[in-house]
């Protein structure tokens, strides 16, 4: 209770988003977070209406920005516990510029997507991840794209915390989140998300029985990165039928941690530079001089 605000969600009946919240709910428990402390921000999109959910200082950016809202509070204020909600058409489509830079900088945020496969607040249209074939209100004769590896790509990109959960296991996800948010440097969770009202085919029903646990079923060790993007290069292979027998998967859908590294993040980087570059003693430190510039 004392991470959630006391506004009830608006979310559709069995919309896979009300999980994260629980998810999130639980981990920042787990972790002890003071709830004064943490700051959420968001972008624009059903799942991104998460942070008014929550007790936490909440930011709803404009349509991709949350993660560029995200880093500017790292630096002013990089003692905050930064988690960043967002939906896979706003991360990955209109804020996708940001994702693999903000990755590779090593940022210490939280980024949680909920991958419901399309946008569902503007009624289901196709987004990058949506499968080849998908019929949207826009494409009623089937998406002629292939969907987006959003998990290659955060490896790739230099994340640190590369994992994939699903909304409909409490316990997996609760875990996963606590891990992410533990982790000092940029982690991703990617959330195979249900929307119940308009993608009828990645639903609930779809899911029972069609997740393996990559670090429990397979052994997967996330500090093996070779390891981690081979079994990466197969996340949308489900997609397939014709690839409904093949290794490593079998025609199931990935949950676990992919990939785990310790690397020093850009705040303490920065912390280091301002140490080396002190001003002299006797004149204004650099948070006595940035104050200046602060509102
Ligand atoms: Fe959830 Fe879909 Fe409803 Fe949006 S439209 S609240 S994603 S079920």
Known sequence: KEYRS???PTWCPG?????VVTALTKAFSEEKLDPTAITMTSGIGCSSRLPLWMNAFGVHTAHGRALPAAVGIRLAKPETPTIVTAGDGDIFS??????PHTARKNFDITLVVMDNRMYALTKNQTSP????GYKGSLNPYGN????FNVIKFAIASGATFVAQ???GNPKHLAETIQAAVEHKGFAFVNVLSPCPTFNKIDTFKYYKGRLIDI???LGHDPSDMKAALELASHVLDADNPELEDAEPFKGKRPIGIFYKVEKETF???VAKLKEKFAPPSGEPDWDEILAKYRP
């Open 267 to 269: 705040e303490e980087r």
């Open 129 to 132: 991840t949506s499968r080849h």
């Open 15 to 19: 919309c896979g988003d009300f999980g």
């Open 6 to 8: 006391d506004i009830e």
């Open 94 to 99: 209109i804020g996708m510029e940001h994702f």
């Open 144 to 147: 002629i794209e292939d969907p």
């Open 215 to 217: 670090n429990k079923e």
């Open 165 to 167: 959960s699903y909304s």
